[in-house]
């Protein structure tokens, strides 16, 4: 039992990271995101992770858990930990762009009508 305990703790560690990483890569448009950041989207962004740190310090008040004897304050260590899920997103990015890598193209307009009134009878 101990090693499936073992097993399951890892698999619950790696789980998340390894969905951000898959949503980044492969559900994200990074050919569209890129002018949108540079345009301004960036500012949003950044409102957005800050706001996440803010929270998340005054949901879980406890000092960073894995540092042991070097201990941060609450916003600090959550900052640091959002500031690296957004490097990792730009990251996924940067390597989408590289490798050419990208999800497909959806559609969402309806297709075209076959006999030119736009309704079939």
Do not use: Y
């Amino acid at each position: 039992m101990d090693t499936l305990e073992r097993v399951v703790g890892v698999l619950n560690a790696l789980l998340p990271g390894g969905l951000w990483v898959a949503w980044w890569l492969w559900a994200v448009n990074w050919k569209k995101l890129w002018p949108v950041l540079a345009q301004g989207g960036w500012a949003p962004a950044i409102l957005l992770f800050l706001m996440s740190a803010v929270v998340w310090s005054r949901v879980d008040p406890v000092p960073c858990p894995c540092l042991g004897f070097f201990v941060l304050p609450n916003f600090v260590w959550q900052l640091g930990c959002v500031t690296a899920l957004a490097a990792i997103a730009l990251f996924c990015g940067w390597l989408q762009g590289k490798l050419g890598w990208g999800p497909a193209e959806v559609s969402l307009e309806p297709p075209a009508a076959a006999d030119g009134h736009g309704r079939h009878h």
